[in-house]
């Protein structure tokens, strides 16, 4: 989580300089020559092979995680990047919420509440009505519902799709989309510095993703899961000492909310699946 985050400051300095679609294109170009190295050795050649629902399924997924790297990273070049993130941090409660209408997952009083209450923790990072309110927020909550249909087309996959196909396709289509999209703009010049943070930012992205791979095939969920609220916190620190930012208390007192809804959640979730019997 911390390689995650400091991948997504990077890009919100970079992106200071140069536009958004530049940006996540050559991103995407180190991300290719790094999946195509290191996360494949880890998890094996990536098999096409695939029947046609698992085909649209990955096709989808890349499709939602291009949408998500676009829309979060616009977010956080106009808004606090602490508040981005724990915004982002809404993703289990909307999981919920999801694999209960999608899949008819059951949906007890108790996980309803903790959804309802961070909902209410968000609004209050994003305070709609006042006059902090930023549009941008809206960019961090879409950002969240494109990572939740991620996820969705994940557990709707057969266990068929290997994983080194599902990183290797979605890293090609978020470069291939980024690429064309920057075609429509005036590309600005690259220094080295730039070049630097562009390959740094990726470097962390793979790092990041290589762990979290290393914790799905290892760990157990319910002790790890509460772990990606540490992103909350490097977040805060981050944005303090590089872009002198500090959210106001109703914002700390949102992010909390949200943090501890989510570990409740994960806890719960877990409760559940060890009562119910093994199919």
């Known amino acids: 989580m911390v390689a995650f985050t400091i991948n997504d400051s990077i890009m919100k300095a970079v992106l200071g300089h140069i536009p958004l679609m530049q940006a996540i294109f050559l991103r995407g170009l180190v991300n290719v020559v790094l999946v195509s190295t290191i ?44 508040n981005a993130v724990a ?19 059951p949906l007890g009083w108790r996980r309803s509440v903790a959804v309802l209450v961070g909902f209410l923790g968000a609004l209050l990072i ?46 090609l289509f978020v470069t291939a989309c980024a690429g064309a999209a920057s075609m429509v ?38 002790a790890t899961a509460p772990f990606r609220y540490t992103s909350v916190v490097t977040a805060l620190i981050l944005g303090q000492v590089f872009f002198d930012e500090w959210p106001d208390t109703w914002s700390l007192l949102g992010a909390a909310i949200i943090a ?13 699946g060890r009562r119910r019997p093994r199919p």
């Open 39 to 82: 996360v494949v050795c880890l998890l094996g050649a990536p098999r096409f092979d695939l029947s046609t629902r698992d085909r649209g399924l990955v096709l989808a997924r890349a499709a939602c995680e291009t949408g998500a790297a676009f829309a979060f990273l616009y977010a956080v070049t106009r808004m606090s990047f602490a």
């Open 126 to 171: 994003v305070k709609p009505g006042s006059g902090d309110f930023n549009g941008a927020s809206i960019w961090a909550f879409v950002t969240v519902f494109f990572i939740t249909g991620r996820d969705m087309c994940v557990r709707a996959m057969s266990d068929q799709v290997p994983t080194a196909t599902i990183a290797i396709t979605t890293v």
């Open 185 to 222: 703009v005036t590309w600005a010049p690259m220094t080295m510095p730039l070049v630097f943070g562009i390959v740094a930012a990726g470097a962390f992205l793979i790092i990041g993703y290589v762990c979290s791979i290393v914790v799905m095939r290892v760990g157990d969920m319910t």
């Open 87 to 105: 915004i982002e941090q809404m993703v289990p409660l909307v999981i919920v919420l999801a694999g209960f209408v999608v899949f008819r997952d």
């Open 260 to 272: 501890g809804t989510g570990i409740f959640t994960v806890f719960r979730e877990a409760q559940l």
